[in-house]
């Protein structure tokens, strides 16, 4: 699965997520600014373990790895290797 068909598929779980349609996202822009707070967090983890049928680890929860659709796209494709 290339980057942009996996990208188009993290913006479906911050819809999921968050319940609102999304636009416009690239890579850079910040997954906070889609409406995934720290409340949603979790709820969005686990949406993406289940689309993408990974377990991420515990020491690769991190802020740095949820910062853009970019970043979380690298962390799933680390998981899909």
Known sequence: ???PV???KVVKCV???????????NADTKIKDSGVDSL?????VGVIESEFE??????DLTSKNFE???TVTELI?????
């Open 6 to 8: 996996m990208l188009d």
């Open 40 to 44: 949603y967090l979790f709820k969005f």
């Open 15 to 25: 819809e999921k997520t968050v319940g609102l349609k999304i636009k416009g996202v």
């Open 54 to 59: 990974i377990e991420i680890e515990d020491i």
């Open 1 to 3: 699965m290339g980057e």
């Open 68 to 70: 853009t659709f970019g």
């Open 77 to 81: 494709l680390k998981y899909k290797k």
